[in-house]
């Protein structure tokens, strides 16, 4: 992975340069983009961000995201509840735990299913492009497609009069200079701009990746003999295994659901998204298996795994070397032919710990935190409890 612009793997459609990226940058915490709230008392107070925290490795800081309808921050995003003006079904919450946007620009399906994106393992489902997934005959590759909708769906949008009043209307004609003037700032381009953002969201900086360009010094014994652990004896790399160590492959684990845990809202058995890669292509076979995501910084994440099921890394690897599965919706036959129990003694365990917790953590994920946004707002939020934890009031 790489930080050079030229380097980076991008959509063709959506070529990067530098104004979009600094124009995505800030969109991405921009609050004054949440324009579409179901009451007023949320417009103006959530952004991208409110979801996908640096604090918490750009995922959400707590079991699920809360972004119109939320109030509060804490520390990480922990702490932000439901506002008293909502009720449960105007929340713009999801039945699943957002995914970490670190490194997505190595994801050729976005989402735990893999449903977006034209490409990889979405050649020959064309007949499910439907609905939100018809973004997929738009020619963009999966995040722009995905992002796109997303603003939609979050209730977030741009306007050329916002842009003006944000100071942003040069960045956005720097950024999309072959784009019809009249046609240059509006919810797509912003989507673009963050899209542009997030594929330069990329871990550079974490001691394995500097020990792979030769610095031998940078990995203690414990994580070197983690890594190797990694790579052979616990063979975590045969799913985990793309240059962001995730892969473009869906696995089911029999993990718990989110609605399993008391802090979700909004979601129950009935949830859809349960069903995993198996909601998109409707095929039995893939009921229940979710995309592998990538590794790096998983030491700032509060939860793990699609339901948010566990809480520490050392439930992680417990879980799977015990390779029982927890959840009873789950046939065993549906289980992942990877899933099987792994004979690691404690001192191993401890090894392969301090590699995926240590080894695989970038110290300095705020380089890609803007000092300030266009509107002049509070970010990630803006509600009057988190301008009080962030210090903007």
Known sequence: MSSSLSQIPQDPKNPLNHAKVTLGKMLFFETGMAIEPRHPSGLGTYSCATCHTPEAGFRVGRVQGIADGGIGFGLAGDQRLMHDDY?????????IRPLSVLNVCEVTNTMWAGSFGAEGSNVGTEDRWTGDFSNNFSGYKALEAQNFVGMKTHRLNMTPEMAEAFGYTQLFN????DFPENDRINRLTASLAISAYLRTLNTTEAPFQRWVRGF??????????GAILFFAK?????CHNEP??????????GVNDLYNCTEAVGTGPFEERNKGRGLFTLEQQDLFRFRVPQLYNLKDA????????????EEVIAYKCAA???NPNVPDELLSPFFQPLDLTEQERSDLLEFIRDGLYDPNIQRFVPSAIGSGNCFPNNDPISRAELGCE
């Open 234 to 238: 616990a063979n975590c790399a045969r």
């Open 87 to 95: 009720e449960v079904h105007e929340l713009d919450v999801q039945g």
């Open 244 to 253: 962001n160590l995730g892969s473009n492959t869906f696995h089911a684990l």
């Open 216 to 225: 031998m010094d940078e990995m203690t014994p414990a994580q070197k003999r």
């Open 302 to 313: 509060p939860v793990y795994f699609h339901g948010s099921s566990k809480t520490t890394l």
């Open 324 to 326: 029982v599965s927890e």
């Open 174 to 177: 720097d950024a999309f200079p």
